[in-house]
Every structure is written in C-alpha cells, then in structure tokens.
C-alpha cells in the first residue's frame, strides 16, 4: 500500500507539574521544544512538522527559530485530542490515507529513524489504524516499574495489550522468561483514525491503566508495532534536563 508522505505534530504545553515551563527550557541555548523539531524535520517520511501548543510563548519561540506552530485549545485531556484539532487546522482538506505522526514534545533525542519507521508500519499494515514502537528492556530495567508501560505483541505485528502490570506473567520459573517489551511513545495514525480515537469517550481499561492506546483496542481499532532495538528516554524532570544539557552542550 502506498501512503502519503506523513505530517508530524509535537504537541506542547507549558503547564507541567514536575518540570513547569519546560517546552521553554533553553540551557543549551535552543528551546526544548525546538530541539524535538529540528530531530523530527531529519525523518524522511515527513513532509511538514508543526508544534502544536494553546501557549502563545512555545508559538512564539518555536516561529523565531524558523518553525511552523498552531494555536490549539486549552481545553484537551491529552495529547491526541490537541493534535487532531491542529490538524484540522494545518491540514483540513487532509485525504483518508493521510498519516499523522505523534511526537512528543519532550524526546529532543526522538530518532529520525524511528519516525519513518512508524510511516512504514501503516504500509506494510493496511488493516491498522495506528501504529507505534517497542524495545526490549534494557539490562538493569525493572519491568515491574509502574511508570514503564509494557506492550505484549501478537505473531502477527498488531499490539495485544499494553499495561502498567508487568506482562506477560511469568508463571512457571522452569520454563524460559517471556520476551518483554517496554513502549515507546510515538504513534502514527491514519487520519480517520486519529480523529474517530479523539471523539471517543474514555474507555473503562484506558481509564483503570491511564493508558490513552487501551481506548482504540478496546473500540477494535488495530494498532501495528515496529520493534527498534532501543530509544531515548523523555525529559520529565528538572535532573533529567540537565542530565540532557550534560550530553548536548551548551551553545
């Protein structure tokens, strides 16, 4: 199946608890946000990145650096539901195999790489809606952490489920450990998709996990997943930032 060339948007807001104004956060001399835009603009599956962010200061930054960003609403509960109002707005007249890919606005690390690769899994996956991406634990990774979402992958590339459990469970101790996979926060969706997910309610799995991709299983919505062989962790933090600053440098 051939696609078109995908749109990526970086959702972003500045009301952040642990890390408050951290879209902003510009130590190395470039904003964070900014950052996550220039890696997404090297994928080569993507012909238009946009910031999609209600605060005029990330809008601003974003356009002084030569960036293209859109006012979205405050009112979202995440981050697909602002980017299906952006795209609407960018892309309005967008035909139904356009593909939009969520990227989050605090991986400045995001690989290219894993950008296309997500594109790629909706073509060699016609029947899905979604797609996204995996890795395996890395040593010293505790699989039983909480804050780690786990995904369990059918032999047929679709996602099973995804949880904050760690699964599947290893029952028997004399039999080999189940291959784990922690995910990764990229998806790609088929624009009918992307807006059919943002106009469902919350699902009663996504509500008890806080998981948003347990609504589009739970709505038979198929999710495609491509396996990379690590990624780069988000900025959550103020330590993690710095941590960030550490390996980038300082302009």
Partial sequence: MTLRTAIGVIPARLASVRFPNKPLAS?????????????????????????????????????????????????????????????????????????????????????????????????QDPGAGISTLVAPFAPGEDPTNPNVVKAVVAASGRALYFSRACVPFHRDAADPPPRRFRHLGLYAYRREALLRLASLPESALERAERLEQLRALEHGIAISVGIVDRAEGGIDTPEQYAEFVRRVGRA
């Fill in 27 to 123: 130590e190395t001399g470039l904003p964070l946000v900014v950052h996550v835009l220039r890696q997404a603009e090297r994928a080569t599956r993507l012909s238009r990145v946009v910031v999609a962010a209600p605060d005029e200061a990330i809008l601003e930054a974003v356009r002084r650096h030569g960036g293209e960003a859109v006012a979205t609403s405050l009112d979202h509960p995440n981050g697909t539901s602002r980017i299906a109002e952006a795209i609407e707005r960018v892309d309005p007249a967008g035909g139904g195999d356009s593909i939009i890919v969520n990227i989050q606005g605090d991986e400045p690390l995001v690989d290219p790489a894993h950008v296309d690769l997500a594109v790629e899994r909706l073509a």
